[in-house]
């Protein structure tokens, strides 16, 4: 009886210094599942007239990046002309109103850890869209 009640106590001890050892872990994957939430509702519908706004504020970050699920889901980007995703999305950030001969880059935001969000749409030779990814620099 004497060494139950000692391993009681000693796994009591053991447990309360597992989860104090433990407890910076916790509320780092706490705080990043929060964040996580926060961002998924804060999503909303694409905007073509809201996005082209967005590239002259320094709201893009938020408006475009709340966007971006949207239009990649509701628009078949892969095959548009040039002018047709110029009318949908504006001139790029890069363009400074110069046409560009390349892709076009969008910026979406920061990914909250130093890094900047983008979309990135690239042409093929007859001035269609090739390809395009969302991503972090």
Known sequence: MLFWLKYRRISKIALAFALLAASPFLFFAGWVAVDAVQERLSRRPFNSVEW?????????????????????????????????LLALLGEDDNSKGKPTKGGMTYHLGSDGFMGIVFLEVAFDRSNRVARYRSGTD
Do not use: C, F, P
Request: charged share 30%.
């Open 52 to 84: 082209k706004a967005a590239a002259r504020t320094s709201s893009n970050y938020e408006v475009r990046g709340r966007m971006i699920d949207d239009l990649l889901r509701t628009h078949n980007l892969k095959g548009m002309t040039r002018a047709q």
